[in-house]
């Protein structure tokens, strides 16, 4: 399935931010739901700033354009400031990409748990996201970082309990 492209993609102005405050607002609002779509369809959940900007969502080939570094960190920031990025590291070169918060994982993981009666079963983090029996599923491929924050949701909740086993770590439902 093809990722489709909002209006203002082909739109070489796009591309630079700009000065009118209120054309920059409704500009950055179009970044933000793009980076949002753009990762949502392509599952991605974390990204790199300088790998970004060589991705098709900041650069577009085909009318030679692409959003500066210093733009996207700006685009980032938004997202940051409405909780659906945080950065990985201090140096903000790599963030965690929300499009989907850790609430709403944890909420899709546990109706998937008792749809199929494994209320009181331990799973690995690795079954859970790369499993086959998880293969249908919206989580199924969900990085490590994001998941175990989808299942601390569910641990405040009292649904699940994250333990530590041999092969590494894994929840218990309740």
């Known amino acids: 399935m093809n990722f489709e492209w909002p209006w203002q993609y082909n739109f070489p102005p796009f591309f630079t931010?700009?000065?009118?405050?209120?054309?920059?607002?409704?500009?950055l609002a179009a970044?933000?739901?793009?980076?949002?779509?753009?990762?949502?369809?392509?599952?991605?959940?974390?990204?790199?700033?300088?790998?970004?900007?060589?991705?098709?969502?900041?650069?577009?080939k085909k009318i030679e354009r692409k959003l500066s570094v210093e733009a996207i960190q700006i685009v980032f920031e938004e997202l940051r400031k409405k909780g659906n990025l945080e950065w990985i590291d201090k140096s903000k070169t790599r963030c965690l990409i929300m499009w989907r918060q850790p609430e709403e994982w944890g909420k899709l993981i546990y109706q998937w748990v008792s749809r199929n009666g494994m209320i009181n079963s331990v799973f690995?983090?690795?079954?859970?996201?790369?499993?086959?029996?998880?293969?249908?599923?919206?989580?199924?491929?969900?990085?490590e970082c994001m998941l175990l924050r989808?299942?601390?949701?569910?641990?405040?909740?009292?649904?699940?309990?994250?333990?530590?086993?041999?092969?590494?770590?894994?929840v218990k439902f309740f």
């Open 17 to 27: 931010l700009q000065p009118n405050v209120d054309t920059r607002q409704k500009q």
């Open 31 to 60: 970044w933000c739901s793009l980076v949002l779509s753009y990762c949502r369809h392509r599952r991605i959940y974390t990204l790199d700033v300088m790998e970004a900007q060589e991705s098709p969502m900041f650069n577009h």
């Open 124 to 143: 690995t983090l690795y079954e859970l996201s790369n499993g086959e029996d998880t293969e249908n599923e919206e989580f199924h491929g969900l990085e």
């Open 150 to 170: 989808s299942l601390q949701a569910l641990q405040v909740e009292s649904k699940a309990e994250i333990i530590t086993m041999d092969e590494g770590k894994g």
